[in-house]
């Protein structure tokens, strides 16, 4: 709709990210080929959630998995299946399965990965009160990810209610400097250790938009990247993404 110019100057949806059910193993397959007929010119790849955790005041992603299934042989032959199709994968799971991840993206160098929200540094249930306590924990393990140059990072959407922030229990949402000041250590530390070139700004809305206006996120990611060269900048806001993602 967008591309056939009846709707305005706007275009959207360069390139889109479905989800397929990696769990059905090398049969994934022909899901995946289905896609592809059916948007040859946009379909990029997959997301298939892994979130997982034990705690009952943690909801597990949307796909309902079970616990470990980034080690699962059978999920791993239905991500094999990506690669050869030139298809890249959309990662999302919680901070404390990290080295799930890791494992998975060190078996697979040919595939690009793209890491979603940070890894998910969870702030509630277990962890509610404990921000400085995750970040040590999250900032190690992400660490590992350094020499597996076939991930990359989307710097944002954690600012969710697993988060553990509290933005939505205000009468009124945080500023873009309250934004800089409770979470720019989760950006600064991925730039340090990836560098810009492997990460890219996200916005996560319209989920985020339960603690903050879209404006004061924007407006916090240009303040985070002020002391950047115009080439960082560039590559967080635009290049790194048209990359990856091909578009």
């Avoid at 990210?17 to 059916?38: F, I, N, Q, Y």
């Avoid at 999302?92 to 160098?109: N, T």
């Avoid at 690009?112 to 540094?121: E, K, M, R, V, Y």
């Avoid at 924990?137 to 988060?163: E, Q, T, Y």
Wanted: glycine share 8%; proline share 5%.
């Amino acid at each position: 709709m967008s591309a056939s110019g009846q709707y305005g100057p706007t275009r959207v949806a360069s390139g889109i990210v479905s989800h397929a059910d990696l769990s059905l193993g090398r049969e994934v397959k022909t899901v995946l080929e289905a896609h592809m007929a059916a948007s040859p010119n946009r379909f990029r790849g997959i997301r298939h959630a892994t979130g997982w955790h034990e705690s009952d005041a943690i909801r597990n992603s949307h796909s309902n998995p079970p616990a470990g299934l980034m080690l699962d042989a059978t999920f791993r032959e239905g991500f094999s299946q990506l690669s050869p199709l030139g298809l890249s994968f959309d990662a999302w799971f919680y901070h404390q399965q990290m080295a799930e991840f890791v494992d998975l993206a060190r078996a697979f160098p040919e595939t690009t990965i793209i890491l979603d929200h940070f890894g998910g540094p969870l702030g509630i249930g277990p962890y509610a009160g404990q921000q400085r306590e995750v970040f040590a924990a999250w900032r190690d393990s992400i660490s590992a990810l350094a020499d597996c140059p076939n991930v990359h990072f989307k710097l944002g959407g954690i600012n969710m209610k697993v988060n553990g922030f509290l933005w939505h229990q205000r009468a009124l949402p945080p500023s873009s400097d309250e934004l800089v000041d409770a979470t720019g250590a989760y950006y600064e530390h991925c730039l340090e250790i990836f560098g810009a070139q492997r990460c890219m700004f996200e916005s996560n809305f319209p989920v985020d938009k339960d603690s903050c206006s879209y404006q004061a996120l924007w407006n916090a990611f240009k303040k985070l990247s002020r002391s950047l060269s115009a080439n960082d900048r560039a590559a967080l806001f635009h290049d790194t993404a048209t990359r990856v993602y091909r578009l």
